[in-house]
């Protein structure tokens, strides 16, 4: 089973509609990072968390991780064209400075 | 921000030659570089963890003599896919971090990797 449980796997959204992805762990994580990539493209970096509770937005994107740093929600607030893409979340799980993946959100935005 | 860079883009090669592909941290030191595999629509897969001067770790499924790892210096880490094969097309991305925890990995383009 995998470690790091991420959904929905797609999603289908009216431009201008909010949406939620999350992410949970059974284990308290190191670190939660949120990427977004188009199939073929590197990863873009958009946050991460922390701490217990800790919550970061950037634009129109908002993630949380929760007091006991197991779950991670990133929240799209009037969804645009240009938020399509896959979203994967990534934890440290140990001190290893290795990433653990989730499976990953196809997101679709509907004109 | 950091930037990794990661060539080539893209490469089409024969069956049975093999194919080497760079990635470098471009203004930060890399002690760790990691390099991942992803099939379509799917997540990313860790093939193997590699330390600046020491032998890279490989993840269980992956044949170390097939996709051999380098990582020379701080910032160069190189993947060799030898004797590659059609089922070894997929698209290949190294990440480079810092030797520190809670700290971002900074991932390259990618490179896709067609074999005919």
């Known amino acids: 089973s995998q470690e790091l449980e991420q959904s929905p796997q797609s999603l289908i959204v009216q431009e201008g509609k909010n949406l939620t992805i999350n992410c949970t762990s059974s284990?308290?994580?190191?670190?939660l990072y949120w990427y977004k990539q188009k199939y073929g493209e590197g990863l873009i970096f958009l946050m991460m968390?922390?701490?217990g509770g800790e919550e970061k937005s950037h634009e129109k994107i908002t993630a949380k991780l929760d007091e006991k740093k197991q779950q991670s929600s990133l929240h799209i607030t009037a969804s645009q064209p240009s938020h399509a893409g896959i979203y994967l979340c990534?934890?440290?799980?140990?001190?290893?400075?290795?990433?653990?993946w989730g499976a990953g959100t196809k997101l679709i935005i509907k004109p | 921000g950091a930037v990794v860079s990661q060539h080539p883009s893209w490469v089409i090669c024969k069956s049975g030659t093999s194919v080497k592909i760079e990635c470098r941290s471009l203004?930060?030191?890399?002690?760790?570089m990691f390099w991942y595999r992803q099939f379509p629509k799917q997540s990313l897969m860790l093939m193997a963890t590699?330390?600046?001067?020491?032998?890279?770790?490989?993840e269980q499924g992956v044949e170390k003599d097939k996709f051999l790892i380098n990582h020379a210096s701080l910032t160069l880490s190189t993947l060799t896919v030898t004797s590659a094969h059609p089922e070894d097309s997929s698209f290949y991305i190294c990440?480079?971090?810092?030797?520190?925890?809670?700290?971002?990995?900074?991932f390259g383009q990618g490179t896709r990797l067609t074999v005919v």
């Open positions: 990440s480079a971090r810092a030797d520190s925890l809670n700290t971002e990995a900074f």
């Open positions: 203004d930060f030191q890399a002690t760790t």
């Open positions: 590699s330390n600046e001067g020491s032998k890279a770790t490989y």
């Open positions: 284990k308290t994580l190191y670190g």
């Open positions: 968390l922390q701490k």
């Open positions: 990534g934890a440290d799980m140990d001190s290893n400075y290795q990433l653990i």
